[in-house]
């Protein structure tokens, strides 16, 4: 991959690079924490964009830099109630003053700030974290939500949008010879008997009931940072899927991520379960930011885009794992298989528990 200390020596604010080092667990970009022997800022993030996702970088820092500026002057305006803080990831720009860099292989560089004095978790500590991080989603989503969305690029046609995952899933079947198991027959009866509902926010957006917003994209708990002294939320990171969606993308990802205390990892799939308090407490987090803006049609789909997203994302899993994991970085040839189950578990337990989801969603609204 290069000399990491060359890259990082490109986007240094200041001072000398002393350490370069992998970061967090990114299934897409490899991600860097860059170390500086400076007072102030000590560390920047580094990361590589893989362009066979991303076509266009470019835009994707164009959406991170036009929706980052959006919310520090909203930020400047609307104060922030008393004793809260929130920070916005900043871009860092190369030597030459540009936002990227290719370096002689023909990789896409790009750096952002770091948020000192944070840090995140992959799995939901306790009831007061997962309230933080319904807070961050609301937060951000206020935020943005005078920002017009087609200001913004759409960096990843499709993204989040199932019935094209469903497509793309029919195609890789109708080509490859899938070999059969007990788990890959669980996955192909789970979809099949799911197709048509999948259509159901798509649907609802063509039908006008549901609109383009301004959307993170990918508010996983371990994008939300907290403060390491308070325990709140002071900032969501991973800009990269920034763009026009449906806000419903974002509910049902944190949701999916923080409700599934065993975390999306894991090797025991068969114990995945949904917690039905942690999504009580990310839900109330949310609306005290986001009651405002949302409609009676937007509390209306809330139960679906929960199911929707984790389904979505086993969907995701499952059809590369098929494919030869072409997208998902994998650490074994059936890490994409495992992750589609633990995915497919988690939207059994959610449907297992629609009448009490959609009471605590009446009883919070
Ligand atoms: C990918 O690379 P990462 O971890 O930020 C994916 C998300 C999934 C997530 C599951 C662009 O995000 O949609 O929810 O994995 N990002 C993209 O962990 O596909
Ligand atoms: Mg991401």
Redesign the pocket.
């Known amino acids: 991959m290069g000399n990491l200390f060359a890259v990082a020596e490109q986007f240094k604010p200041q001072g000398r690079v002393i350490d370069v080092r992998e970061f967090g667990?990114?299934?897409?970009?490899n991600t860097f924490l860059a170390t500086l022997d400076t007072k102030g800022e000590k560390h920047f993030i580094l990361q590589r964009i893989n362009t066979r996702?991303?076509r266009r970088p470019e835009l994707v820092i164009s959406n991170m830099r036009i929706s980052t500026e959006h919310i520090r002057q909203r930020l400047q305006r609307v104060p922030l109630s008393a004793g809260r803080r929130w920070e916005v990831p900043g871009v860092l720009l190369a030597q030459d003053g540009r936002d990227f860099w290719l370096d002689s292989d023909g990789s896409f560089w790009r750096a952002i700030s770091f948020i000192e004095g944070s840090q995140s978790f992959d799995t939901i500590k306790d009831i007061d974290h997962a309230s933080e991080v319904g807070y961050a989603l609301g937060m951000f989503h206020t935020l943005l939500s005078d920002l017009p969305p087609d200001r913004l690029s759409d960096t990843?046609k499709g993204?989040h949008i199932t019935p094209l995952y469903l497509q793309h899933y029919e195609d890789v079947l109708a080509k490859y010879n899938v070999g059969k198991s007990p788990e890959v027959n669980y996955c192909l009866q789970f979809i099949g008997e799911r197709n048509a509902w999948a259509h159901v926010l798509e649907n609802a957006r063509a039908q006008g009931r549901l609109r383009l917003r301004p959307i993170h994209?990918?508010p996983?708990v371990n994008?939300i940072m907290i403060d390491t002294a308070t325990g709140q939320a002071i900032s969501i990171v991973?800009l990269?899927?920034v763009k026009p969606g449906l806000v419903h993308y974002d509910i049902g990802?944190c949701l999916r991520?923080g409700c599934n205390p065993l975390g999306?990892e894991t090797e025991q799939w068969e114990k995945v379960q949904f917690d039905p308090d942690l999504c009580k407490a990310i839900l109330q987090g949310y609306l005290s930011m986001a009651r405002e803006f949302l409609t009676g049609n937007d509390f209306f789909y809330i139960y679906d885009s929960i199911r929707l997203i984790a389904f979505e994302?086993g969907l995701?899993f499952f059809t590369d794992y098929l494919e030869g994991n072409v997208?998902?970085k994998v650490r074994h040839p059936e890490h994409n298989l495992a992750r589609a189950l633990v995915q497919f578990k988690l939207t059994q337990s959610i449907e297992s528990q629609e009448t009490a989801i959609c009471n605590i969603i009446r009883e919070i609204r």
């Not at 667990?25 to 970009?29: A, P, S």
């Open positions: 667990n990114g299934n897409i970009n996702v991303f990843l993204f994209g990918d996983k994008n991973d990269d899927t990802d991520s999306e994302l995701r997208y998902f």
